[in-house]
């Protein structure tokens, strides 16, 4: 948001400083981004007038212009598409040095000499304009310097305006402020007026979508005559960054900085039964905006309308099909209120963000539209002539009315730790708009509603604060915080996770929570399951990811494609999934890793293996272990986005999977090697963490070691008679390895052959081979009736 110094001069009459105002702005919490002359450093720059405009051979866009400059007639070349005879422009003379640094020098430019360089608003540093060449006003007097052209200097405010603070997007909001600082009212120039109506003709005005736009107003204003604005129109709104387009048009960015209230002036003629229906687009529906782009508009995106056709998008941008141009002799003026929701939505979803539509998501005021409109329907009678052939139309079915707000001074003074009067807090309440009740010892506030921030007593407390100055309040200690709470359980044990992840060559990363909706629905079984956001930023953040592996392998692909190839990542963070049946969020703490490239770094004796399944299997038995749980099984399973995978078990309870991923999800990412990955649910394994360790001694008495080779299907897991030899084998097995897995020759083809180290071990004496044997030929009868194994022989 810009504002010059003169214009809040204007409407507050302050005797501050520009340096005053600056600091000023600061402490009020709308901080002062750059501050600048409107009258930029130029020395060497006349006005000139062009009288003849000659194109250059062998040149599509370079043009020899003739310049009269008072005195004399200069030849100079120029390349603006938009220079013609008869302009006044500024035209820098060669020794000029431009305020960018340029300076300009006599030069052959395709063998035509050119004596000094017209210039645009951008390269004078008046805007950022740099389209074409700046054209002056007929008034300029040719052959006079530049800088004494452009009148007393005057100085720019240029302000970051935070999105809760929509009052201050206008001229009007920013003076309010300053003269709320100053300990006065403001006396706002919108005012309650009669025009002169010079017809009784009628507008017709539906509204068809009330919720996303509550209010509507319209205006006609007939026998306008188009034209170029005033010097004054022109001169304010360059310094505050807009273009001057005609004067019609140039009044309703007036309105729009002087109050934050924006307008649209359209072509009454060019209206389709004269009448305006707001709408929703349909799904697919094509239109056309001023800037000539062709938009494809999804359903829910606001529309204005006449009888026939869209006409502008509601809130943004207008349409090509009604702009005011040189011919438009009628207008009709809008001035509405679209709800932000539906205008962040559209400039979301179409890509376009414009001054108005910045204001209307924010919100700006309901109930200013009808003073925004007299304003600027008195302007353009004033700099357009014609007469007003309606009164105003005002659709507002349903009135907006102000936030009712209790607040307690004690309780402000108890906050601030500050005395600060009573009447001076209604005086601070009363110059920023509130309409107050003071009779009571709870007070009864009617926040104004352009300030929609304002909704809590803490929020009126905050006000009272900033007006009366953060400097003011003194430091002092009100209380003594004591940092020694109890630790958290479930937080030390997620710190412990993290640390054992890392010790295991993992590395930790932390992405968004937010994901597309294309990309999650490959992990769920419905997209009913996906927790989708209400207003997303962007359809790349569109649902809350159902597992950490969404985000993560967008991670994986961000390495992959700066060349980092051997990727171990782990993270923890909250996953999300909708119930349709109970209609709960239900929202889970995981602990997922991910991994490809290869298992360790070549080298003239090693050659290069890449990771697989079983190594992440490794990883997470190892990470369990270090967790102190043994008990650790893996069960086939099949999940939609593994191509082969298993869940994992602790003591035979489910606490998260493990596998490969399907190429159809790693396409997705533009992933083309395989990646692996497993997640563990934290609320799950916590509890079986827990378990206290107790000192166990060395056993005195030697282990026992002996092999077994089973022959079993070649369908049947391992895991399976794991189990059935712990089980049978009982205490004394301590230790129980696969170290081999053979199919082949003397094997059956429908059999595999598995090869178990079992090591045997008492705290109270030597084992003796008759034990060992008993035990074993148990394990071999036990292996058989349950699983059909047999002793390889």
């Not at 702005?25 to 006349?46: F, N, Q």
């Not at 999977?657 to 396409?667: H, Q, R, V």
């Not at 009982?730 to 897995?741: A, H, M, S």
């Amino acid at each position: 948001m810009k504002i010059t110094y003169s214009w809040l001069q204007e409407l507050t009459n302050t005797t501050l400083s520009v340096e005053e105002v600056q600091d000023r702005l600061t402490m009020l919490g709308l901080e002062v981004e750059a501050v600048y002359s409107t009258v930029p450093e130029v020395e060497g720059v006349v006005i000139g007038e062009v009288l003849e405009v000659q194109p250059i051979e062998n040149s599509a866009h370079l043009k020899s212009c003739k310049v009269n400059i008072g005195h004399e007639q200069v030849q100079v070349v120029c390349g603006a598409p938009n220079v013609a005879a008869g302009q006044k422009v500024p035209l820098a003379m060669p020794g000029a040095l431009l305020p960018n640094g340029m300076k300009i020098s006599r030069r052959k430019i395709r063998g035509v000499l050119s004596h000094g360089m017209i210039c645009s608003e951008a390269e004078l540093h008046l805007s950022d304009d740099a389209e074409g060449i700046m054209v002056l006003d007929d008034q300029a007097p040719v052959g006079e310097p530049f800088k004494a052209y452009l009148g007393k200097q005057d100085y720019v405010f240029e302000l970051g305006i935070t999105p809760n603070r929509p009052d201050c997007l206008g001229a009007i909001g920013i003076a309010r402020e300053i003269c709320v600082s100053e300990g006065r009212p403001f006396e706002s120039p919108l005012k309650t007026v009669s025009l002169p109506l010079a017809g009784n003709e009628t507008v017709s005005v539906d509204i068809l979508a009330s919720d996303a736009c509550p209010r509507y107003t319209a205006r006609l204003i007939r026998h306008v005559k188009i034209g170029p604005s005033p010097r004054w129109l022109v001169d304010r709104l360059r310094a505050v960054g807009l273009r001057s387009i005609n004067n019609v048009v140039d009044v309703t960015n007036y309105v729009m900085m002087e109050t934050g209230q924006p307008l649209h002036a359209f072509d009454y003629d060019l209206l389709k039964g004269g009448r305006i229906v707001v709408r929703t687009a349909k799904d697919g529906e094509k239109f056309v905006t001023l800037d000539g782009k062709e938009h494809t508009l999804k359903e829910g995106n606001l529309l204005i309308c006449d009888a026939e056709r869209a006409v502008a998008l509601a809130g943004i941008m207008g349409g090509e099909n009604s702009e005011v141009s040189d011919n438009t002799r009628h207008i009709l003026l809008e001035s509405a209120y679209f709800a932000p929701f539906s205008i962040r939505k559209t400039t979301r979803q179409l890509g376009i963000s414009t001054d108005s539509s910045r204001r209307f998501e924010r919100g700006v005021d309901p109930n200013g539209a009808d003073l925004a409109s007299n304003r600027a329907t008195q302007l353009i009678l004033e700099v357009a002539g014609g007469e007003l052939a309606s009164d105003l139309v005002d659709a507002y079915p349903g009135t907006i009315v102000p936030v009712e707000i209790e607040f307690r001074p004690q309780r402000s003074k108890k906050v601030l730790g500050l005395e600060i009067p009573e009447n001076d807090m209604q005086r601070i309440l009363t110059h920023l708009g509130c309409e107050v009740d003071a009779s009571h010892s709870t007070w009864r506030i009617k926040a104004p509603t352009f300030r929609p921030d304002l909704e809590r007593e803490i929020d009126l407390i905050e006000e009272v604060a900033r007006i009366y100055g953060y400097n003011d309040i003194p430091n002092k200690t009100l209380d003594t915080i004591h940092l020694d709470m109890p630790s958290n359980c479930f937080d030390a044990f997620v710190d412990r996770v993290r640390h054992k992840a890392a010790s295991l060559s993992l590395s930790e990363i932390v992405t968004l929570s937010m994901v597309s909706r294309k990309q999650a629905a490959g992990f769920v079984d419905s997209e009913d399951a996906l927790l989708s956001l209400v207003n997303p930023l962007s359809e790349d953040m569109a649902v809350m990811r159902p597992t950490l592996f969404t985000s993560m392998l967008s991670s994986v692909v961000y390495n992959l494609n700066r060349k980092q190839i051997d990727l171990r990542f782990f993270e923890v963070g909250n996953v999300f999934r909708y119930d349709p049946d109970s209609k709960k969020v239900i929202e889970r703490r995981a602990f997922s890793a991910v991994g490809t490239g290869r298992k360790f770094m070549p080298s003239w004796d090693v050659k290069a293996e890449t990771i697989n399944f079983f190594d992440m299997k490794g990883i997470v038995t190892e990470f369990l272990h270090q967790l102190h749980l043994h008990n650790v099984k893996f069960a086939v399973s099949q999940y939609k986005f593994f191509e082969y995978s298993a869940d994992l078990l602790v003591d035979e309870q489910k606490i998260g999977y493990i596998g490969k991923f399907k190429k159809s999800i790693l396409a997705l990412y533009d992933i083309k090697r395989d990646v692996f990955g497993f997640e563990l649910y934290l609320e799950d394994l916590y509890p079986l963490a827990q378990t206290a360790l107790k000192f166990q001694p060395i056993s005195a008495f030697p282990p026992v070691e002996r092999d077994l080779a089973l022959v079993v299907d070649k369908d049947r897991p391992a895991a399976e008679l794991e189990a059935v030899i712990r089980e049978t084998a009982g205490p004394l097995l301590r230790e129980l390895t696969l170290f081999d897995l053979y199919s082949g020759p003397q094997i059956p083809e429908d059999k595999k052959s598995l090869a178990f180290s079992l090591v045997f071990q008492s705290d109270e004496r030597t084992l003796t081979d008759e034990e060992i044997n008993t035990i074993l030929d148990d394990v071999l009868k036990a292996v058989n009736v349950k699983l059909g194994a047999t002793l390889r022989q």
